[in-house]
């Protein structure tokens, strides 16, 4: 049986998740503005915790927002929130005001994590879920699954390292979701994402509940890199900075597009590949610097974290919601791509075609030599589902 921690929280809130909509035509958009926007836990977040605690807003806010303050009221489940990236992003996420329940779901080792997490006086109640047994009671009634269970990259590993053990847990768990929770949400972080994402596709293909709308490979991380680095460049205020990337999330499939940046800068030659580069290797920069001790766990649960901040705001309906994400999308010849959505409250509203629109040289030609690859893993992915669903 599950734990349950409930929270004393000083504040008076109102569980109201708003009325659910009729799912609506994904559509390809090329005419949004879409300008940088807070970060996680910016300006937005910070006013949602002070209107929690009925403190006003101070009108000095520098956006204008089209729904009335948030409420708790999402029960979110993260998989694997025992490990090294599920114990920093529930923290995160435990600290969301749109939050009304967190389940918490591993192998082992997640009752103390629950119990730590229930200490923190905000509104959700945290609930442990250990073992197989458990994980159908974990997603009842779930509005958002995020997956970061599986093994970390350690120091020579690739992402496609990781497939052979990564990928069986991503199909057993997206089985879990499609039985107990089929209209949540579906967050996939476990690598490698280029894989795991249509995995978890045809699994939800098979089981008759698949809507591309609803299922992201999370890509946040490479946003969140760009942004720092190119920042850090061309000495600008990182709130200001908006790099998206688009492709997928493995080595020469990420490719952060410079041209596009926010505010407009340039760069030189030498610049657009050395950061272009850095933004890839990014990963393998921080599983060398721990020298074995793990890999990207801390920017990666901020990262993820700030997609389901993401996702929250559109289900709560919050109209003005955009994120780079890995999702089914005909951008390209590509069945899977990531690129900058729009989210709403049925999932993705829109994917952002402007964006590869009128690229540099160096970025069309990165765009063209990455397919081969992102294609190689996407039909990695569908085939390994294949192969086990004639072994059954």
Do not use: W
């Not at 850090?232 to 688009?246: A, E, G, R, S």
């Amino acid at each position: 049986m599950a734990a349950t921690y409930a929270t004393t929280f000083s504040v008076k809130s109102t569980s109201s998740a708003g009325p659910r909509v009729s799912p609506m035509q994904t559509k390809p958009s090329s005419s949004i503005d879409f300008s940088p926007k807070s970060s996680f836990f910016g300006s937005q977040s910070q006013s949602s915790l002070l209107v929690s605690h009925n403190t006003k807003v101070p009108k000095s806010s520098q956006r204008s927002y089209s729904y009335m303050p948030p409420h708790a009221s999402y029960k979110v489940a993260v998989l694997g929130a025992g490990g090294g990236i599920g114990q920093p992003l529930s923290l995160l996420i435990k600290m969301s005001p749109l939050v009304s329940a967190l389940n918490l779901y591993d192998i082992a080792n997640v009752k103390g994590v629950a119990a730590d997490l229930s200490h923190c006086n905000t509104p959700s109640v945290v609930a442990d879920f250990t073992g197989a047994a458990q994980l159908a009671d974990c997603l009842k009634g779930v509005d958002v699954v995020v997956i970061p269970a599986g093994v970390p990259r350690k120091p020579g590993m690739t992402r496609d390292d990781l497939f052979n053990i990564n990928a069986g847990i991503v199909k057993n768990l997206v089985e879990a979701v499609a039985d107990n929770c089929p209209e949540a949400f579906v967050h996939i972080i476990s690598n490698p994402v280029n894989s795991t994402v249509p995995i978890a596709a045809e699994v939800l293909k098979r089981k008759g509940v698949y809507n591309p709308k609803k299922l992201f490979g999370v890509t946040t991380l490479d946003v969140v890199r760009a942004n720092t680095f190119v920042a850090d460049k061309k000495n600008l205020k990182l709130i200001d900075v908006d790099v998206p990337v688009i492709g997928g999330h493995a080595g020469i499939t990420i490719l952060p597009l410079l041209s596009k940046t926010k505010p407009e800068v340039s760069f030189s030659e030498k610049e657009v590949h050395e950061l272009t580069v850095r933004i890839q290797n990014a990963g393998t920069e921080v599983v060398e610097a721990k020298a074995g001790a793990g890999s990207a766990t801390l920017s990666m649960a901020y990262a993820a974290a700030r997609f389901v901040e993401s996702s929250l705001r559109a289900l709560d309906g919050d109209s003005d919601v955009y994120e780079c994400a890995y999702v089914q999308s005909d951008l390209t010849e590509l069945p899977f791509f990531a690129s900058r959505v729009k989210l709403g409250r049925n999932g993705v509203e829109a994917v952002i075609s402007k964006e590869i629109e009128g690229l540099s040289e160096y970025e069309e030609k990165a765009l063209e030599a990455l397919k081969e690859e992102l294609k190689a893993s996407i039909d990695k992915g569908i085939a390994f589902v294949n192969k086990q669903t004639v072994a059954a």
